[in-house]
């Protein structure tokens, strides 16, 4: 017999995100409950699991789990830390409360190609090849840089003009592309990383 006072309850609304294409647009929410062992229910990865066994449509998707705050904001859950916070404002320590959890599924190719649409939008309005980067010479022709500058992203001082990048020269180390100097583009690197950063790593079941 299941004892629940060594489970904790969890309520998951889960919802598939609108494709790119536009599928999947009403976003209809399948609402389930389901329990978890008090000594897995505190582990971040252990609630992804349950999560794509109780909702079959969770699997091989972009995962986000989120719950609503004492202030009315969603907080998201990525992280065991986050999810202990949760657990305790949702009073779960005393097994009479439930935790109602977020869930929004997206494919993972949706994720990357929003990005990428964001960052040609943003370039688009900002290139300008005709444009010189001041103070900066490149570092494979010491010429000024025109147009795209690429700046490595391990070496603290080192940028090369399109010319020498399409030449493949510092090819060692991964580079990022500037499409303009006017401090526009300090900005969309940060919004860039930040993304890849927060994106939730796919677990294999």
Known sequence: MINPADFVSFKGYFTLAPTIAGENAEGATEVRRFMI?????????????????VFPSAKDKVIKISWTDSDGDDVVIDSDEELAIALYEHKVPNRMSVCKLRIVAREPSDQASTDDQDMQVAEEDVYDPRAIHPGITCDGCEDSVRGYRYKCLVCPDYDLCARCEGEEIHSQHNMVRMA????????LLIRQRVRAARRIPQTKT
């Open 180 to 187: 303009s100097a006017q401090g526009t583009w300090s900005f």
């Open 37 to 53: 062992p008090v000594g897995e229910a505190f582990k971040f990865l252990s609630v992804m699991e349950k999560v794509k066994c």
